[in-house]
């Protein structure tokens, strides 16, 4: 039998509280893991959660201290974006093995030279959080889609859809890295292919009167395109008011999969398939209730609740058996490289053409 992992949440923010709670749960309900330790710099911040969540250990003020400390041997690092980079490598560097928030940096440079870092010296020490890759309906379409239910795949629609601007003091690296990043890794992961060119445009509507976190855009549209035979198109956005929206749709030779269909229940996610035009009945239809956490929280834990939980019980295992995490650093820069090249398509007009 594997050793109980010793793991440390850093970052006690939105996330950070939802995965030291999974953290908590998991402890007692597998025994795989104990929650021995949390670092935030907003101290009492730190303790009302661990009091709620009834679990009273040791609070680090920083990164840099409990990466000292040495108390465990493997951290989550949830803090904001700008720090993943310095707060990830130094617990890497003190010998932790990391589950590290999305985006890997939020910047493509950054991300390479990270990635240089982490291949050279720490190649197997960094697990990145894509949750997408551990929820259920996607998991079942995904394996609809490879039994070949719909035939050949030439289109897939992603879309990731806030009700609401990001709270006030949120930093984001724009709407694109912050948000898209998980539906172009979904694309990436679903097609095991990485895309030719990328196209972006963006607007700006109204969240910039809302809040003080200030991003590039607050609707965006990013198109993929994988040679003749696959494109792709994500659509992100802070401004569905009617509510978090999460869809895919994957299209094939012969019929559809459509993940999450936009009906403001979020604790019910059906997976549909449809085959050609004149069935009747739908390949496939299965609903997946999703977990009820009975208090107000972020609507992507309302939606994703139970991806995070099994994405961080993987992690564990992982960690347990000394075995590679299924996402990592190299997955994180592939889906900014995606990224960046729309932004470079927004922003550069090198090659866009002006109607005007
Ligand atoms: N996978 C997802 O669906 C998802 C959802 C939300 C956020 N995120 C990611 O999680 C990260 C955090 O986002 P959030 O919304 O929780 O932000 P947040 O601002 O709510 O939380 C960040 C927390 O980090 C703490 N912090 C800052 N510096 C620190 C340091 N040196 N050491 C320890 N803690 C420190 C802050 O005090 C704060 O409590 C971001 O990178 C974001 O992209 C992912």
Same mark, same amino acid.
């Given at each position: 039998m594997a050793e109980k992992l010793k793991i440390a949440v850093a970052g006690l923010g939105r996330m950070g509280a939802i995965h030291a709670l999974h953290a908590h749960e998991l402890a007692r309900e597998t025994q795989t893991c104990e929650l021995v330790a949390v670092a935030e710099p907003d101290v009492e911040r730190a303790r009302r959660l661990l009091t709620l969540i009834g679990h009273e250990i040791p609070v680090f003020p920083s990164v840099d201290a409990l990466a000292e400390s040495r108390i465990c041997s493997a951290a989550v690092v949830v803090t904001p974006t700008d720090d993943h980079r310095e707060h990830a490598a130094a617990l890497v560097r003190a010998g932790y093995r990391v589950m590290l928030e999305k985006p890997l940096t939020g910047t493509l440079e950054a991300d390479r030279a990270f990635a240089v870092e982490l291949d050279r010296e720490h190649p197997e020490s960094l697990m990145l959080a894509f949750q997408r890759r551990f929820d259920e309906p996607l998991h079942y379409a995904k394996k609809l889609m490879e039994s070949g239910a719909?035939?050949? !795949?030439?289109k897939i629609f992603s879309a990731l859809e806030d009700s609401n601007p990001a709270p006030n003091g949120y930093k984001s690296g724009g709407i694109l890295p912050d948000m898209a990043v998980h539906n172009v890794d979904e694309i990436l992961w679903l097609t095991g292919r990485m895309p030719d060119k990328a196209l972006a445009i963006g607007s700006r509507i109204y969240s910039h009167a809302l809040t003080?976190?200030?991003?590039?855009?607050d609707d965006a549209l990013l198109c993929l395109w994988f040679g003749e035979d696959l494109l792709a198109q994500v659509q992100v956005s802070r401004?569905? !008011?009617?509510g978090y929206r999460v869809e895919t749709i994957i299209f094939g030779e012969q019929g559809q999969i459509h993940v999450g269909r936009f009906d403001q229940r979020l604790a019910e996610i059906t997976v549909e398939a449809y085959g050609p035009r004149g069935r009747s009945e739908p390949l496939a239809f299965q609903t997946f209730l999703m977990r009820a956490y009975n208090r107000p929280l972020p609507e992507f834990i309302d939606r994703f609740g139970a991806a995070y939980k099994a994405e961080l019980a993987a992690f564990i295992e992982c960690c347990r058996r000394n075995a590679p995490f299924p996402v990592t650093h190299r997955d994180g820069l592939r889906a900014q490289q995606v990224i960046s090249a729309g932004m470079q398509s927004m922003f550069g007009a090198a090659n866009a053409t002006d109607l005007k």
């Open positions: 719909i035939g050949r !795949v030439f003080t976190s200030l991003e590039d855009f401004n569905h !008011v009617s």
